[in-house]
């Protein structure tokens, strides 16, 4: 699953000494730098997590050498030289080791409960890993359980076992309070009505016990494309137009194939419109035209983490 000379994948985390930890956000090596994005700081009252705004501004002012402009991508995020990191986190053996221990907290216990209902239904142990705050013990009696799935096929059992053991019981969906709570967070430009019924027939996210967890997914190397290509950004457009692949709907980053000559491909860097459309659904995108060389372009939703003003939305359904 992982490259012998560059072991890092998306949600993996990364440890800097200089007490930072990084969400590793790009498969594949930017000048000899892990592509990331900083998430906790360590200081006097111990780790904290910080948003997109915090994390560039403490890095402006503190550590410049971690942030970094991509020119084939025409965007900025952070990176690390691989010599800087102290510490590699990896969700695959963070979820083995709490497996094989006892549960030292009650999200811990609904952690060994929801692999235990996960693997009933046929989702492969193998495949999956654990990340966000749990990755680092970092998690609080509040906190999301945020599961990985390696590879397409598993990921996509994984929904079904989802979407069966709601249908059983033995996970519920999120209430209304909970997807209120989710939609703050994302800070969506939709509306709310228009935000959940998206959300809810993902099968990315369910509660169990009353916490939230989520799955998302880490390609396996066949599963990767090579993207050679520079794209300049040329602002921001919305079109309307009808998804003719939805294949890669859930990879990160998501992508959709639709019917427009000028912008055959949609792809959206933020986890919030990750596996938001359908084949043959009719949608309105808003985002950043993107054009390489040959003049062949694209709309990318998610120039920034938070994705304002951008957004992906079904406007008439299969």
Not at 41 to 67: C, F, I, M, S
Not at 185 to 203: A, N, Q
Not at 226 to 254: N, Y
């Amino acid at each position: 699953m992982r490259q012998t000379g560059f072991p890092f994948l998306p949600k993996d985390f990364i440890e800097t000494e200089e007490g930072l930890i990084f969400a590793v956000v790009s498969y594949h090596p930017h000048e000899q730098k892990v592509g990331c994005f900083l998430r906790y700081v360590n200081d006097q009252n111990g780790w904290h997590k910080v948003d997109t705004e915090q994390a560039n501004r403490l890095l402006e002012r503190h550590h410049p050498e971690y942030l970094y402009y991509s020119d084939q991508f025409d965007a900025a995020f952070h990176a690390v030289p691989v010599d800087r990191i102290v510490r590699h986190h990896r969700p695959e053996e963070r979820l083995q080791l709490l497996l094989q221990q006892p549960a030292e907290d009650v999200l811990q216990q609904k952690f060994h409960k929801l692999i235990t209902i996960l693997q009933h239904y046929q989702v492969d142990i193998d495949a999956i890993g654990l990340t966000g705050s749990m990755l680092i013990n970092q998690q609080k009696s509040t906190s999301d359980i945020d599961l990985v799935l390696y590879g397409r096929d598993a990921f996509h059992q994984c929904r079904k076992a989802i979407q069966s053991a709601i249908a059983d019981n033995q996970l519920q969906k999120l209430d209304d309070a909970q997807m209120q709570e989710n939609y703050q967070r994302r800070d969506s430009e939709l509306d709310f009505g228009s935000f959940s019924w998206h959300e809810y027939r993902k099968y990315n996210k369910a509660m169990i016990d009353g916490s939230k967890f989520d799955i998302g997914m880490v390609c396996l190397n066949d599963e990767l494309d090579i993207e050679h290509r520079h794209f300049l950004k040329q602002g921001i457009r919305t079109i309307q137009c009808q998804v003719t692949d939805d294949s890669r709907a859930f990879d990160f980053p998501a992508r959709y194939q639709v019917d427009n000559a000028m912008t055959p491909e949609v792809i959206s860097f933020t986890h919030t419109y990750v596996g938001q459309v359908e084949k043959g659904e009719f949608i309105e995108v808003c985002g950043a035209l993107e054009c390489d060389a040959s003049g062949t372009c694209r709309i990318v939703v998610g120039s920034t983490r938070e994705a304002r003003g951008e957004y992906i939305k079904v406007v008439e359904q299969k």
